[in-house]
């Protein structure tokens, strides 16, 4: 029983373990179609609701906005572009030396 456990987990290891697979890659991708199907979900329960005054149509229409993907939605913040480059300081004048 002991070897037949042992031979089970070895397998299994090498199955989410193996050689050529990057696991950070898969768990990202992973993530950004959860979310992606999360956001279809939530927008398609938001059409849903029947409503005829003017709050409603306007709660509806800010969550359609809040639904809707960036172009940066999902990545982190260290990978974004900075807004404004550091200014660096003006070169030494040739006659400093």
């Known amino acids: 029983m002991f070897l ?7 397998t299994l290891a090498f199955l ?6 990057d696991v950070g ?7 950004t179609q959860a979310m992606a199907r ?4 939530v927008a398609a329960q938001i ?5 005829q005054e003017i ?4 709660g509806k229409a ?3 906005a809040a639904l809707q993907s960036s172009p ?10 900075a807004g404004h480059a550091v200014p660096l300081p003006r070169p030494r004048p040739d006659r400093a030396g």
């Open 72 to 81: 940066l939605a999902g990545a982190p913040m260290h990978a974004s572009p």
């Open 16 to 21: 989410v373990i193996r050689p050529g697979v």
């Open 38 to 41: 999360g956001s279809q979900f």
């Open 25 to 31: 890659a898969a768990a990202t991708s992973l993530s």
């Open 4 to 10: 037949l456990r042992s031979a089970f987990w070895l």
């Open 47 to 51: 059409e849903a609701i029947d409503c």
């Open 62 to 64: 800010m969550a359609s």
């Open 55 to 58: 709050q409603c149509l306007g």
